[in-house]
């Protein structure tokens, strides 16, 4: 079945660090991928997509490029703020799976000042 | 505009409690999903509808849980006989269509703990 497998956290950088956190998929089709981010005591927000491969998806600094020959969806920063401390969490969508979303298990990001 | 809500925000149910928990999704929007979130772990799917029609339910998680959306807007997620185990965050989101590029819109949650 799909599944999705991200790096565990926590990750603990400096302000004005780079930021990668990993993530890996299993598919049977052609999924789009996702990241979301969970910010202390809000819902979760989309943070970025890429629907096929070799599609980059980016927002407020981040990128993730999909990448069908390696499987993987990896999050970068150059610059990680503060603000940025939050749980994200990498996710596929397929038609065999009705849509619906899986997720991984979510990395949380700690940035200190 | 408005996303999507969810009422209520937190719920406390006693073992043996029947709950119902309410999504209202975005307007116009054409698919509603369910999720369950344990404490430190990602969403997990629960159900899935496309307008009034509950396509997907495989991922409930006993004959306790049960949802609607009857006129294709607003559902509800019961549970009857709640259990320890039922204690999560439950995650309502909407798409406006049903394809897997379709962006899913999430609300803020309701916290169930059953005591």
């Known amino acids: 079945g799909n599944s999705v497998t991200q790096m565990e956290g926590p990750v603990t950088l400096s302000e004005e660090a780079f930021l990668t956190i990993n993530c890996t998929y299993t598919?049977?089709?052609?999924?789009?991928l996702f990241w979301y981010v969970q910010y202390p005591g809000e819902g979760l927000q989309l943070l970025l997509k890429a629907t096929k491969a070799d599609d980059k998806g980016s927002n407020k600094g981040f990128e993730a490029t999909y990448r069908k020959e390696t499987t993987s969806f990896h999050l970068e920063k150059g610059s990680v703020q503060v603000s940025d401390s939050a749980v994200y969490f990498c996710a596929l969508s397929d038609r065999d799976s009705s849509y619906k979303l899986i997720f991984g298990s979510g990395t949380r990001l700690l940035v200190r000042p | 505009g408005a996303g999507v809500s969810q009422s209520p925000r937190y719920k406390v149910a006693k073992r043996g409690q029947d709950v119902a928990l309410r999504c209202d999704p975005i307007?116009?929007?054409?698919?509603l999903f369910w999720y369950q979130q344990a404490l430190g772990q990602g969403p997990e799917f629960l159900t899935y509808f496309q307008n009034e029609a509950q396509l997907d339910k495989s991922g409930l998680p006993s004959d306790r849980f049960f949802a609607e959306r009857p006129e294709g807007s607003v559902s509800t997620l019961k549970i009857q006989r709640t259990q320890q185990e039922d204690s999560a965050v439950y995650l309502c989101?909407?798409?406006?269509?049903?394809?897997?590029?379709?962006?899913?819109?999430f609300g803020p949650g309701t916290r169930l703990t059953v005591l």
């Open positions: 307007s116009g929007h054409v698919s």
């Open positions: 989101a909407s798409s406006q269509g049903w394809t897997s590029t379709d962006t899913q819109y």
């Open positions: 598919a049977t089709g052609y999924p789009s």
